[in-house]
């Protein structure tokens, strides 16, 4: 399975970034998914989670309702709505597969394997 993120780029306090996360080699609809992320000098952590039919979501404390999670299941991708964006958001965000039709997978940080490569989102104050 194969990763690739996309739609990080440089943005001011308050402004808002679409994350997208297109699987290829493999299908991601039976798949918890998941999104982190990773600031300079920090450990990586959970930022959002999905479950494999998509109704179910769950989020990190800090996204207080800014972030939302999406997918599609033909297209075989992952979103992240990034709204309302601070400066201590400026990371690498990561897409990431979790479990196999789990009942609460989406929400163990630990569960989650399978990274792409990352894409840059940079928030400036």
């Known amino acids: 399975l194969y990763l690739a993120e996309s739609g990080g780029g440089t943005v001011q306090t308050g402004d808002s970034l679409r994350l997208s996360c297109v699987a290829s080699g493999g299908r991601i609809s039976s798949f918890d998914m998941g999104w982190f992320r990773q600031a300079p000098g920090k450990e990586r952590e959970f930022v959002a989670g999905i479950n494999w039919v998509g109704e179910r979501t769950h989020y990190g404390a800090f996204v207080e309702g800014r972030f939302t999670i999406s997918r599609d299941n033909v297209k075989n991708t992952v979103d992240l709505q990034m709204d309302s964006l601070k400066p201590e958001g400026t990371a690498v965000y990561y897409c990431?597969?979790?479990?196999?039709?789990?009942?609460?997978?989406?929400?163990?940080?630990?569960?989650?394997?399978?990274w792409g490569q990352g894409t840059q989102a940079t928030v400036s104050s």
């Open positions: 990431s597969r979790g479990p196999y039709i789990s009942r609460d997978g989406y929400r163990n940080p630990s569960a989650f394997e399978a």
